[in-house]
């Protein structure tokens, strides 16, 4: 069978999206073991591709991994039914496991929920044996009689098939670097968040070691490892520190996820890791500025963590970005309690995002009811969703003012964006450049308050 992949374009409106363009490594994992399986494969990255190629494909999956790229998704599968009247549609990934009834219109035909690199080829298999597709696991079916919804395992001895989106490499880029490449060691994460949907998955499943390495002995120099919880568990990490160090394996750039905690916790795996890379970033959603706040979140890390993680990474040779989730429902005194800890940390990168209910999460389930903004495509971390307490201009004048006292403001912190540019090649720079410009978006209260709903009018004034 011939299976056409696409990752839909993606629909950006505040932050460093451009500038984070990261390859659809999932796409290229099912890629990988749909051709085990003897099928035909082309991956289409609709971020740096034009339409759907001219070739009519036996099926179509396309990767949803954001719950905002979900309009583009929808609109993307309409576009493929109407183009190949008949085409078998599935949707995949994250956005789409944690919730699969956004999807439930007549454009798409079955939604995968959680890993696909077993039950896709079964399910093709199915299709194209005309079997009946309800016994196969690890699926939501249109036609939703006796299915088995519960999802398959990932494949730990799989690599990802890299070959399949060689030509959008030159594309993919983390800020000013460019290519990058994805590499996973393992997926999931133990702890359960509100906010986040990923702990409550299947928990943590690792990739096969040997696989691993391999895998960072074949990329190129500037590596995004987006596992969501690097350095876990702390044992094996231990191991492939050791294995890639016996390897010889070494890199120019590497940039990981963690938590505050498992690195205090796990100093002497963050120092095996260390000679890994030339320059090695780590990205922390340090979330809260108090004790109390990160309890509400349920995040299981204290601000002590917070202050002895940034000590370490600084004393060990790694870069820090930490983020902070700003609640709609924050008050004055908790913007100055931010602001006091960022006073503290003094880190070059920082980054903002607003408290969203993103699906799949307990925090959803708790401020359902509170949704003003039913549109997907606002669920970007940037908008707010319902009225903030402080009222809307008055919230986004603080959460701009975060920005200003921090990295990104090109007149309070130039100093500090002298720094990045320091050592960097032109077309590095230039790169560079952009963002700041871009940026600058991040940082004009009216831009959030006109792309964000409609104020509900006093009753008087709406008679
Ligand atoms: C890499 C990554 C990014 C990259 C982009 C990646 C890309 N290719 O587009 C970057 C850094 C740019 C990014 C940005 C953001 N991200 Co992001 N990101 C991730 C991360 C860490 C890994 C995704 C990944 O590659 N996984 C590895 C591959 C192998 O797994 P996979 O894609 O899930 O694929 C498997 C299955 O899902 C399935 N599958 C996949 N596709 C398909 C298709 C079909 C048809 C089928 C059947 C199955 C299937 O099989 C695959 C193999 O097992 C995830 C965390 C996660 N666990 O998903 C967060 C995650 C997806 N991101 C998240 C968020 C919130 C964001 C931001 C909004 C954050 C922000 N502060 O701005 C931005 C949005 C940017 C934008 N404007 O678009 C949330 C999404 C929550 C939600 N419901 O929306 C996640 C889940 C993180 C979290 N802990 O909450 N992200």
């Not at 460093?16 to 099912?30: A, D, Q, S, T």
């Not at 199915?126 to 919804?149: H, M, S």
Request: contains cysteine; aromatic residues 10%; positive net charge.
């Amino acid at each position: 069978m011939r299976a056409l992949l696409l990752r839909p374009r993606a629909r950006e409106r505040f932050g460093l999206g451009p500038f984070f363009r990261v390859e659809p490594l999932g796409l290229e994992y099912l890629g990988a073991a749909l051709r085990r399986a003897g099928h035909q494969v082309e991956i289409r990255d609709l971020r740096l591709a034009r339409g759907l190629g001219s070739r009519r494909p036996d099926w179509v999956g396309l990767s949803c991994i954001h719950t905002l790229d979900v309009p583009e998704t929808l609109a993307l599968a309409r576009q493929v039914k109407q183009r190949w009247p008949g085409v078998f549609v599935m949707v995949g990934g994250h956005a789409a496991s944690a919730d699969p009834d956004a999807f439930a219109g007549p454009e798409v035909d079955a939604v995968g929920l959680g890993p696909g690199e077993h039950s896709v080829p079964l399910l093709v298999s199915a299709l194209e044996r005309g079997a009946a597709l309800a016994g196969v696991p690890g699926f939501r079916l249109r036609a939703r009689e006796a299915q088995r919804e519960h999802p398959t395992d990932i494949d730990p001895k799989l690599l990802p098939a890299r070959d399949l989106v060689a030509g959008f490499r030159t594309g993919y880029r983390c800020v000013h670097r460019s290519p990058i490449w994805a590499i996973e060691t393992g997926r999931g994460c133990p702890f359960r968040c509100a906010f986040c949907a990923v702990g409550r998955a299947d928990g943590y499943q690792p990739r096969d070691l040997g696989v691993v390495v391999r895998d960072f002995e074949t990329v190129g120099g500037d590596v995004f490892v987006i596992d969501d919880l690097f350095f876990y568990p702390r044992d094996r990490s231990r191991e492939l520190a050791g294995a890639l160090a016996a390897r010889s394996v070494k890199k120019r750039w590497v940039l990981a996820q963690t938590r505050a905690d498992t690195v205090v916790r796990g100093a002497e795996v963050l120092e095996a890791f260390r000679p890994l890379a030339e320059r090695f970033d780590l990205f922390f959603g340090f979330e809260a500025a108090t004790d109390r706040r990160l309890a509400e979140l349920r995040k299981d890390a204290t601000v002590g963590d917070t202050e002895a993680a940034v000590r370490l990474c600084r004393d060990l040779g790694f870069g820090v970005t930490g983020n902070f989730v700003i609640d709609p429902d924050w008050g004055e005194a908790d913007f100055e309690d931010l602001w006091a800890l960022l006073d503290r940390l003094r880190l070059d990168r920082v980054g903002f995002t607003v408290l969203t209910p993103l699906p799949g999460t307990d925090y959803h389930q708790s401020q359902q009811s509170r949704l003003a903004e039913k549109d997907f495509a606002r669920f970007d971390m940037h908008h707010v969703l319902w009225e903030p307490r402080l009222g809307r201009r008055r919230f986004y004048e603080l959460m701009v003012e975060s920005w200003k006292r921090n990295v990104l403001s090109s007149g309070n912190a130039s100093r500090r964006w002298l720094t990045w540019f320091r050592g960097i090649g032109v077309r590095e720079a230039l790169a560079l450049a952009g963002v700041l410009y871009r940026t600058q978006r991040l940082m004009n209260v009216d831009a959030y308050l006109s792309d964000t709903f409609p104020p509900e009018l006093p009753a008087v004034l709406a008679e």
